[in-house]
C-alpha cells in the first residue's frame, strides 16, 4: 500500500481545489494508495497560518498593488532569502508529521510545502519522491526552491515547461499536462435541462459573469463592465455570479432591476453548479486565476479578463492573451467599445474557442497521477 501525503496552502482556493481533484483522482482509481490531504502551513504554525492568510486576503482586497510588489520582490533578493529561511525553520515542525505517516510520495500544489519537504530531503531527514503542481500560468522562482529534491514538476502549458527547463532542471523531470481540475467539468450535461433549472432560453448564447468572489477586486469596474455587456446584450443572456460577496450581488440586482432585464440576465450568489453552468456557456468573463482559467479552457470558453491581482494573475492575463484565448480588459481601457465589437463579432469568438481547444489539458489530473504512481511502483 503506497502512501500517498498532498500538501495545500490556503492562499487562494486554487491550492485546495487542484489537491483535492488530485486526491480524489487517487482514491477513486489506485486502490493500492491510501492519501491524507494536509494544509502545510496550518500544520506547522497556527498563528503564523493565521496571520499570512489573513495578510494576503487584507493586501489582495484591499492594497493590491502592495501585493504586487511582494509578488515581484519575493523571485530574488532579501524577501526571497527571508521566505525560503523561514521555510526552512517550519519544515522541521513539519518533520513529525512526515515521521508519523511515513509517506513514499509527497505531492504540493504550493511553494512553500515543496520548499519544506526539500528542505528535509537535503538533510537526509526523509525519504520520499516529491511532486511540486504549479497552480498558475506563469513560473515564479518560490516555486524553484529546493528544486534540485523534486522529482517532478507539472506545469500547465509546454512554454512554461521550456522556462523551468531552462532554470537547469532536467527536462525528464518537467511535464506540461497543465493544472488538475474536477472530473465534473469533464462530465456530459443535457443542455435544455440545466438552461432551464436556471431560467435561461435554450435559444440564446449564455455569458458567464464572474463578479470576483470574495475579494470583489475592482468594484467599481466591475460594475462597469457589468453594465456594458447588458448594454450590449444582442442575442445573448448572462448568468452572473457574485459569490460570498453579498454587496456585490445587491449591486447585480439592482442594475439588473433597474434596467428591467430580468428576463435575459440572472444573479447568483455562491453555487456549487459552475461544471454545468460552463458547460452551457459561450463566453466567460472573470479575474484570471490558475483554476477558472483550467476550467474555462477544458469547456471551451474564451477568457475576458477582468480585475487580475497584481503578480501570477497578470501574468495569466497577459499569458492567455498572447494565447489568443482571451481579451484583458485593463482600467484604461473603453470598455463599452471593446465589449460592443467583440460581441458582434462571431469570426473572432469562433478563433477563441479554437483557440481554448489547443491550449486546454483536459486530462491533466489522470496525467499527472498516472505519472507519479507509475514512476513510483
Given at each position: 500500500?503506497?502512501?500517498?501525503?498532498?500538501?495545500?496552502?490556503?492562499?487562494?482556493g486554487g491550492h485546495l481545489s487542484?489537491?483535492?481533484?488530485?486526491?480524489?483522482?487517487i482514491d477513486d482509481n489506485f486502490?493500492?494508495?491510501?492519501t491524507k490531504l494536509v494544509d502545510?502551513?496550518?500544520?506547522?504554525?497556527?498563528?503564523?497560518?493565521?496571520?499570512?492568510?489573513?495578510?494576503?486576503?487584507?493586501?489582495?482586497?484591499?492594497?493590491?498593488?502592495?501585493?504586487?510588489?511582494?509578488?515581484?520582490?519575493?523571485?530574488?533578493?532579501?524577501?526571497?532569502?527571508?521566505?525560503?529561511?523561514?521555510?526552512?525553520?517550519?519544515?522541521?515542525?513539519?518533520?513529525?508529521?512526515?515521521?508519523?505517516?511515513?509517506?513514499?510520495?509527497?505531492?504540493?500544489?504550493?511553494?512553500?510545502?515543496?520548499?519544506?519537504?526539500?528542505?528535509?530531503?537535503?538533510?537526509?531527514?526523509?525519504?520520499?519522491?516529491?511532486?511540486?503542481?504549479?497552480?498558475?500560468?506563469?513560473?515564479?522562482?518560490?516555486?524553484?526552491?529546493?528544486?534540485?529534491?523534486?522529482?517532478?514538476?507539472?506545469?500547465?502549458?509546454?512554454?512554461?515547461?521550456?522556462?523551468?527547463?531552462?532554470?537547469?532542471?532536467?527536462?525528464?523531470?518537467?511535464?506540461?499536462?497543465?493544472?488538475?481540475?474536477?472530473?465534473?467539468?469533464?462530465?456530459?450535461?443535457?443542455?435544455?435541462?440545466?438552461?432551464?433549472?436556471?431560467?435561461?432560453?435554450?435559444?440564446?448564447?449564455?455569458?458567464?459573469?464572474?463578479?470576483?468572489?470574495?475579494?470583489?477586486?475592482?468594484?467599481?469596474?466591475?460594475?462597469?463592465?457589468?453594465?456594458?455587456?447588458?448594454?450590449?446584450?444582442?442575442?445573448?443572456?448572462?448568468?452572473?455570479?457574485?459569490?460570498?460577496?453579498?454587496?456585490?450581488?445587491?449591486?447585480?440586482?439592482?442594475?439588473?432591476?433597474?434596467?428591467?432585464?430580468?428576463?435575459?440576465?440572472?444573479?447568483?450568489?455562491?453555487?456549487?453548479?459552475?461544471?454545468?453552468?460552463?458547460?452551457?456557456?459561450?463566453?466567460?468573463?472573470?479575474?484570471?486565476?490558475?483554476?477558472?482559467?483550467?476550467?474555462?479552457?477544458?469547456?471551451?470558453?474564451?477568457?475576458?479578463?477582468?480585475?487580475?491581482?497584481?503578480?501570477?494573475?497578470?501574468?495569466?492575463?497577459?499569458?492567455?492573451?498572447?494565447?489568443?484565448?482571451?481579451?484583458?480588459?485593463?482600467?484604461?481601457?473603453?470598455?463599452?467599445?471593446?465589449?460592443?465589437?467583440?460581441?458582434?463579432?462571431?469570426?473572432?469568438?469562433?478563433?477563441?474557442?479554437?483557440?481554448?481547444?489547443?491550449?486546454?489539458?483536459?486530462?491533466?489530473?489522470?496525467?499527472?497521477?498516472?505519472?507519479?504512481?507509475?514512476?513510483?511502483?
Open positions: 500500500m503506497k502512501k500517498i501525503l498532498i500538501f495545500y496552502a490556503s492562499y487562494g487542484a489537491a483535492n481533484s488530485i486526491k480524489q483522482y486502490s493500492d494508495c491510501e502545510c502551513m496550518l500544520y506547522v504554525n497556527k498563528p503564523i497560518n493565521r496571520i499570512t492568510t489573513t495578510a494576503y486576503k487584507e493586501m489582495v482586497k484591499k492594497f493590491p498593488w502592495a501585493w504586487g510588489e511582494v509578488y515581484s520582490h519575493s523571485q530574488k533578493g532579501p524577501i526571497a532569502h527571508i521566505s525560503s529561511t523561514a521555510n526552512n525553520l517550519l519544515a522541521k515542525k513539519l518533520l513529525k508529521l512526515l515521521k508519523e505517516y511515513n509517506p513514499d510520495i509527497v505531492i504540493s500544489t504550493h511553494p512553500f510545502g515543496s520548499q519544506m519537504v526539500s528542505y528535509l530531503k537535503r538533510k537526509a531527514l526523509i525519504e520520499c519522491s516529491l511532486s511540486t503542481i504549479i497552480t498558475d500560468f506563469a513560473p515564479h522562482e518560490q516555486w524553484l526552491v529546493g528544486k534540485e529534491q523534486v522529482d517532478y514538476f507539472f506545469v500547465s502549458h509546454e512554454k512554461m515547461r521550456e522556462k523551468i527547463i531552462n532554470s537547469n532542471i532536467p527536462e525528464n523531470k518537467v511535464f506540461s499536462t497543465g493544472i488538475p481540475l474536477s472530473n465534473k467539468f469533464l462530465m456530459h450535461y443535457n443542455k435544455v435541462s440545466v438552461m432551464k433549472s436556471f431560467g435561461l432560453n435554450p435559444n440564446k448564447p449564455v455569458i458567464l459573469f464572474f463578479g470576483g468572489g470574495e475579494f470583489g477586486l475592482g468594484r467599481e469596474q466591475t460594475i462597469k463592465i457589468f453594465k456594458s455587456f447588458i448594454q450590449h446584450i444582442n442575442n445573448n443572456q448572462i448568468v452572473a455570479i457574485a459569490g460570498k460577496n453579498e454587496k456585490l450581488k445587491e449591486a447585480f440586482s439592482s442594475i439588473v432591476h433597474n434596467l428591467q432585464v430580468e428576463d435575459v440576465v440572472k444573479v447568483l450568489p455562491y453555487t456549487n453548479q459552475v461544471p454545468e453552468l460552463m458547460s452551457i456557456s459561450d463566453l466567460v468573463v472573470t479575474k484570471p486565476g490558475g483554476l477558472t482559467t483550467t476550467e474555462s479552457l477544458v469547456s471551451g470558453l474564451p477568457i475576458i479578463a477582468i480585475n487580475p491581482i497584481p503578480g501570477q494573475e497578470e501574468e495569466n492575463a497577459k499569458f492567455l492573451e498572447d494565447a489568443g484565448v482571451a481579451i484583458w480588459l485593463k482600467k484604461h481601457n473603453d470598455y463599452d467599445e471593446i465589449i460592443k465589437n467583440l460581441l458582434s463579432d462571431t469570426d473572432k469568438l469562433h478563433k477563441m474557442k479554437v483557440n481554448t481547444k489547443l491550449l486546454a489539458k483536459k486530462n491533466s489530473t489522470r496525467d499527472i497521477c498516472n505519472i507519479i504512481l507509475n514512476s513510483n511502483t
